[in-house]
């Protein structure tokens, strides 16, 4: 089993910065990809960016290209998500997951999933 437990959410103006961690923990850890999702009150959850685990290619959602950078410590287990320039449009609960699926942007692929962490932006 593996545990993931998200961290550094909070409020933020908009034009600020987050930065959100995603520490995982439990049996050996080697996912395919490492993901961060958001789901906004009444909305679906959708896809925000991926990671490769083993060759780090990085995937993002068209929205927060430039502005939010995934990466990976992979001695820690942990994943970060650098966002910065928020929008009130980000505020939503964030979610980690890792998955050995084939595609990124499908939340049904991944095994794994955090708590989830708010995040909001005030305009």
């Known amino acids: 089993q593996v545990q993931l437990v998200e961290s550094g959410g909070g409020l933020a103006q908009a034009g600020g910065s987050l930065r959100l961690s995603c520490a995982a923990s439990g049996r050996t850890f080697s996912p395919y990809y490492m993901g961060w999702f958001r789901q906004a009150p009444g909305k679906e959850r959708e896809f925000v960016t991926a990671l490769s685990w083993s060759g780090g290619n990085t995937y993002y959602k068209d929205s927060v290209k430039g502005r939010f950078t995934i990466s990976r410590d992979n001695a820690k287990n942990t994943v970060y998500l650098q966002m910065n320039s928020l929008k009130p449009e980000d505020s939503a609960v964030y979610y980690c997951?890792?998955?050995?699926?084939?595609?990124?942007?499908?939340?049904?692929?991944?095994?794994?999933w955090g708590q989830g962490t708010q995040v909001t932006v005030s305009s």
């Open positions: 997951a890792a998955g050995s699926g084939s595609y990124y942007w499908d939340p049904m692929v991944y095994d794994y």
